[in-house]
């Protein structure tokens, strides 16, 4: 009866279920294996996995993955690429133990492999959602403070530059023409940012109309460079539904260096910013 529940239970499941022997060849293939690699149990008998389902980069790592648990007598968990019947590839998530006879001499490895495909598809869904900004598709404070500490980490051994980037007037937009343009504007600042960030640059929302650039392996002259550059494609005036708004930026801009905290850096940043912003005041008084 026991025999039978198990037979059962392996032909039933939508697990992928096989044994493979201490030379990688298939001495047991579920139903569901075999649906998945598009071959009856006879074909499969006595093939190199390998050959059948792992992806052309693992097979050596699959091979190397049997040799040790024939020697050790221990396999582990994994996950990696399978091939299906189309020549599709799934992520699988493999269960694997190895079996032993009465004397305890490992002869094969029996592994139980679930399809983890659209589960680790919604992960990364959901883990580049927390580190973007839903309004402008652009990463976020946390993922900007993740990128500027590894900057940041003594064995970087570079210099990084911070802008600090802040809108002009952006409250009157918002006042004037409502919360619809203004964020529409929201979202052109920050795609003309990513223009005119190099393709290392990380450009992130702060909050607010407030952005931030991190440019690695940059001195105090590239800072001013990049501040000029990223003021110059700013500042064109905003196509809206309520016509073209000019929306001015204040930039400030500060070098980070290893060792430095992220908090400091920003505050630096932040200060030049506030310095930038009323020079601009003093000089639209005049």
């Known amino acids: 009866m026991d025999d039978q529940l198990a037979q059962g239970l392996v032909e039933g499941t939508d697990a992928l279920v096989t044994v493979v022997g201490a030379d990688g060849r298939i001495l047991l293939a579920n139903p569901a294996l075999q649906r998945f690699t598009g071959r009856g149990a006879d074909e499969l008998l006595g093939l190199l996995f390998w050959d059948v389902w792992v992806a052309p980069e693992h097979r050596e790592l699959a091979r190397d993955a049997i040799e040790r648990a024939m020697a050790t007598g221990r396999a582990y968990p994994q996950e990696g690429a399978w091939l299906t019947a189309d020549g599709g590839r799934r992520l699988v998530a493999m269960r694997n133990n190895v079996l032993t006879d009465p004397d305890g001499r490992p002869y094969a490895v029996a592994c139980v492999g679930f399809d983890v495909t659209e589960q680790r598809r919604r992960e990364e869904q959901l883990s580049q959602r927390a580190r973007t900004d839903r309004l402008t598709g652009i990463p976020n404070r946390q993922t900007f403070f993740d990128e500027l500490t590894r900057q940041l980490q003594p064995e970087a051994g570079d210099t990084c530059g911070v802008l600090f980037c802040d809108l002009d007037g952006f409250k009157g937009v918002n006042d004037v023409h409502g919360h619809t343009v203004g964020d529409s504007v929201l979202v052109e600042v920050a795609a ?13 929302r702060f909050g607010g109309d407030e952005f931030v650039v991190l440019s690695p392996c940059c001195d105090e002259s590239d800072v001013r460079a990049l501040t000029r550059w990223v003021a110059e494609r700013v500042s064109a005036p905003v ?27 920003v505050a630096r940043a932040d200060r030049a910013m506030y310095g930038a912003k009323t020079r601009q005041r003093r000089r639209s008084e005049r």
Do not use: E, H, K, Y
Request: aromatic share 0%; hydrophobic share 40%.
């Open 239 to 265: 196509p809206t539904v309520a016509g073209p708004l000019l929306v001015g930026m204040s930039i400030g801009g500060t070098v980070g260096r290893p060792g430095d905290t992220p908090d400091d850096v």
């Open 192 to 204: 003309r940012l990513q223009s005119a960030a190099g393709p290392r640059d990380v450009v992130a």
